[in-house]
């Protein structure tokens, strides 16, 4: 059960009508969602007993907080032994930080894996002694939008929580306005594999400080999406030390590719997302042993790279007017050229890019001349082009054939190569008129 039912149901507090403060069980999703939580909500939270996921939306615990909370008898940690519920949902509450550190470690009498804190206020600061030395079943912890006092200068609290926090896997602080996270923070996630911190105000300078040595140690996953991350190099110097990195997203912030930089990506990584970040030319140097590379949604109009781990590239969105050299990437199987300004697949490109699993080029202006129509309509009847064949595939220009879809364009060879067929006939007559002499 969530913090705040713990308390309420450890103080005993009566129950009581109320349309507008009740809970409601679903029973095909086997969730439960209680409104402004006060004395009132008690009278329903029975329904939720069946649940695996409680959600909690509205309501103040301010007025509680000087309510004494005792020791739980051996009754009541049987009853919470044996709850169901695994996922908790605190949304749109006040806690008063004081009041979570005293019912926290009630949680470890439960088997909830999941804890999310949602548009929530926390206020105060609270006393995390009682929580030393003390695990609990949560795995996954996430804050969105949520508005708390600065981490700087609460090593303390972290100190306390470590055995914990030690154990955790997955972390989100998402849309909460973080700036900075403190070097000894990080190292108290000792194995904390997943990592988002999206939706926040880190800069190019707060990365070396929060991923310093011996933090982090066996983060696999790290999301920094919608920052303000400007330098390309500086977010490299920044992960470096992270020695576990196989995904990275850095999408949508404004990055500049430096001139040069002889910084070195964590081996390790083999995930990377730079789509909408601005980008005009491929920043260098990429992760060496990449298998996906997304670098849609920018600004390229040329992809000049080599790298022989890739196996997926998305360059959707872009200003390309070539196909980049499939030769580039052995060991390539999916390529996305959607939105770009790409007339044309070269006969010896197409022939590549036959190998691949999954071709997407759709809603470039292609040129419907017989050989631009005719590669395009080999490569979808061999089953290679994905989503968008055959709708979003027209084309642009001559203008005899200006909107038609390219796989109606005709591209018989007396239309396309009428050289091809006069030829022979020229050869043939000539070969009759010898005969008749």
């Known amino acids: 059960m969530s913090v705040a039912v713990l308390l309420l149901l450890g103080l005993g507090l009566l129950e009581a009508e109320g349309r507008r403060n009740r809970c409601f069980f679903n029973r095909t999703q086997e969730s439960c969602v209680c409104y402004n939580l006060s004395e009132e909500t008690i009278g329903s939270i029975i329904q939720c007993l069946p649940a695996t996921v409680v959600e909690f939306q509205g309501g103040d615990l301010e007025k509680y907080i000087a309510f004494p909370i005792g020791i739980l008898d051996s009754s009541t940690i049987e009853t919470l032994d044996s709850l169901i519920v695994r996922k908790i949902i605190i949304g749109n509450i006040l806690v008063p930080e004081i009041l979570l550190a005293r019912v926290l470690k009630f949680f470890s009498y439960t088997h909830v894996q999941e804890l999310a804190f949602e548009s929530c206020i926390f206020q105060g600061t609270g006393d995390w002694s009682d929580m030393d030395g003390l695990t609990l079943p949560i795995r996954s912890l996430s804050f969105h939008n949520v ?235 061999a089953g290679h082009l994905g989503q968008g064949w055959p709708g979003d595939y027209r084309c642009h220009s001559p203008a005899e054939f200006q909107g038609w879809p390219v796989a109606q364009v005709p591209v018989s060879v007396l239309r396309c190569d009428p050289a091809a067929v006069v030829a022979p006939i020229c050869v043939a007559l000539a070969l009759l008129g010898l005969a008749g002499a």
Request: charged content about 15%; glycine content about 6%.
């Open 147 to 381: 508005t708390s006092a600065p981490l700087m200068g609460q090593e303390q609290a972290f100190s306390s929580l470590s055995r914990w926090l030690g154990t955790l896997e997955e972390l989100a602080v998402t849309g909460s306005h973080v700036t900075s996270l403190p070097c000894a923070i990080g190292r108290v996630f000792r194995a904390l594999r997943s990592l988002d911190l999206a939706q926040n105000s880190l800069g190019d300078g707060s990365l070396s400080p929060a991923f310093c040595q011996g933090a982090f140690p066996q983060l696999q996953e790290l999301s920094l999406h919608h920052n303000n991350l400007r330098s390309y190099r500086s977010v490299c110097e920044g992960v470096k030390l992270l020695p576990e990195l196989r995904h990275l997203d850095l999408s949508h912030n404004e990055l500049m590719a430096d001139p040069s930089s002889s910084c070195q990506w964590p081996a390790s990584l083999q995930h990377f997302n730079l789509s909408n970040t601005g980008l005009d030319e491929v920043p260098t140097p990429l992760p060496p042993s990449l298998e996906v590379l997304d670098m849609s949604h920018n600004h390229l109009r040329a992809v000049d790279i080599s790298l022989s781990s890739l196996k997926k590239l998305f360059l959707n969105q872009n200003l390309l007017q070539a196909v980049p050299s499939v030769r580039n990437y052995p060991m390539l199987d999916t390529l996305h050229l959607d939105n770009n300004s790409i007339t044309e697949l070269p006969r010896d490109e197409v022939k590549l890019l036959g190998r691949l699993r999954d071709v997407a080029v759709a809603d470039n202006p292609f040129d419907c001349s017989c050989s631009g129509a005719g590669e395009l309509q080999a490569l979808a009847a």
